[in-house]
């Protein structure tokens, strides 16, 4: 290669790093380097962020490969910031209005329907509370592999954050999760097994996810000695479905679950057996829940006592403030 090509590509890389955006467009076939040369590969822009990136990404629908392969997801390191919900003309973040048409990460990856979507839509593994999505749709996601419990191809279909041997702190704000399906956890699986798992939600919806087992929406796994404690914040659960937590199950046995929900509102959520909102089932340590100014309407069963938490085990524990 000559050495006038090498420097161009070196000072191409060089300024795409020191501006920290990757900016991406549905169909565009540039470098990344600003909205009139977007990139259209999110997947491939993901995996060029380092830590301090921010990617933004303009309306319209992405998924993770083109191959089918089903264990390909959108991968977010620790330290990027992935934005969405622009319409690709913004210089800020600031400026996004929210009226421009959804940016939708997909799992639909293959034939019509969702029995050969992608396990994950999104995966993070051990990423900091530096980590940001924010302005998303994720949908589609099918986590309906024969795998063992906490494995990610039978948990989250729309998000897995995994902590184990380690943590995962991110915050995911003004996301909408729907019509994801999984064995355990459809739209988000918050894995602390042997490590921590702490995300923060805030403004985020959950609508349609459909659990084969347990947390229609949401499994918080605090199990083999670990720490699964997520904050929620503003808000919804809404139609979601698991055989144990409509919207949300906790598992701790060895380990621990704090659950803090604030102003978050439970409607039409139904669970199979118990939990239409929230089922906690605690083992030798506790499970302790926070809610403030919560709202429960017309989950099935159950909704008289809006979480249901096993009694057989020591350490049940939640505290209501407001209503």
Do not use: H
Request: aromatic share 8%; with cysteine; hydrophobic share 30%.
């Amino acid at each position: 290669m000559k050495p006038t090509l090498l420097i161009t590509l070196f000072l191409a890389t060089f300024c795409q790093v020191q501006s920290q955006i990757i900016f991406v467009r549905q169909g565009a076939m540039g470098n990344g380097t600003s909205w009139s040369d977007a990139t259209g590969d999110l997947a491939v822009a993901l995996k060029q962020a380092a830590s301090g990136t921010q990617v933004w990404v303009a309306y319209g629908t992405y998924k993770s490969t083109t191959s089918g392969d089903r264990n390909a997801s959108f991968q977010v390191k620790d330290g990027v910031s992935l934005y969405g919900n622009f319409n690709g003309t913004e210089t800020s973040i600031e400026q996004r209005t929210n009226e421009a048409s959804a940016t939708i990460l997909s799992g639909e990856i293959g034939q019509p329907g969702q029995a050969d979507n992608t396990y994950n839509v999104v995966f993070m593994k051990n990423v900091g509370d530096n980590t940001v999505i924010d302005g998303f749709v994720i949908t589609a996601g099918n986590a309906n592999g024969q795998a063992n419990e906490g494995m990610k191809t039978r948990c989250g279909g729309g998000m897995f954050i995994d902590g184990e041997n380690g943590s995962s702190m991110p915050t995911i704000s003004n996301c909408e999760f729907r019509n994801n399906l999984g064995r355990d956890g459809a739209a988000v699986y918050n894995n602390g097994r042997k490590g921590e798992c702490s995300p923060v939600f805030v403004n985020c919806t959950f609508k349609k996810n459909e659990a084969g087992l347990d947390g229609g929406a949401m499994y918080n796994d605090g199990r083999l000695k670990g720490q699964s404690n997520p904050t929620l914040t503003n808000c919804l659960f809404e139609r979601n479905m698991g055989t144990y937590g409509g919207a949300i199950c906790n598992a701790t046995e060895d380990g621990t679950c704090n659950l803090t929900l604030e102003n978050c509102t439970f409607n039409e959520n139904a669970a199979y057996l118990r939990g239409g909102a929230v089922f906690s089932l605690n083992g030798d340590e506790k499970c302790y829940m926070e809610l403030m100014n919560c709202k429960f309407a017309s989950n099935y069963p159950d909704d008289q006592n809006m979480i249901f938490t096993t009694t057989a085990s020591r350490g049940n524990a939640f505290k209501v403030s407001g209503n």
